[in-house]
């Protein structure tokens, strides 16, 4: 039988980019510009992802290592401020089994000509099956993507 327990984290990461706010919220928000960063380790392979980017809008990404476990990461948008702001709930999924639940606050704030991106999470880690420093890892490790995303494509492009 499962041991059931829930662990309560929130933590908030803070990351500068080279980039204007309508750029960064580009990268959130745009399929394929998100599609270059928003991924699993490369030995993963290409990963499922879907962005239905509005209020009420679904995203999910499925992808994993080839001998499994499968990752799902499946959101809904619950609050857009075009170049401002960026406020999701999602869930994670591991072999099927749902492993935590989240309230994320994205916050785009200019930064004299590039961006300060900070992101609050707030979760419910379900069972064991998660932990709150994997996560913050995890998020640190995507943030880091976004801006190698940003400073790989110019400015003007």
Avoid: C
């Avoid at 990461?13 to 745009?30: I, K, M, N, T, W």
């Amino acid at each position: 039988m499962t041991k059931r327990s829930v662990t309560h984290d929130t933590f908030t990461l803070e990351r500068s980019y080279p980039a204007a706010p309508a750029r960064v919220f580009f990268a959130l928000s745009d399929p394929q510009a998100k599609a270059k960063w928003f991924k699993g380790p490369e030995e993963w392979g290409p990963a499922q992802h879907q962005i239905d980017f509005r209020v009420g809008g679904r995203e999910v990404s499925i992808g994993g290592p080839k001998e499994g476990p499968q990752h799902r990461f499946d959101a809904i948008y619950q609050d857009i401020v075009p170049d401002q702001r960026i406020i999701y709930t999602y869930e994670m999924h591991l072999d099927g089994k749902r492993i935590s639940v989240s309230l994320a606050t994205l916050e785009l704030k200019p930064e004299g000509t590039g961006t300060r991106l900070v992101l609050t999470e707030q979760g419910a880690f379900l069972d064991e099956f998660d932990d709150p420093a994997v996560r913050r890892g995890g998020m640190g490790s995507l943030l880091d993507a976004l801006g190698a995303s940003l400073e790989a494509v110019p400015a003007n492009a």
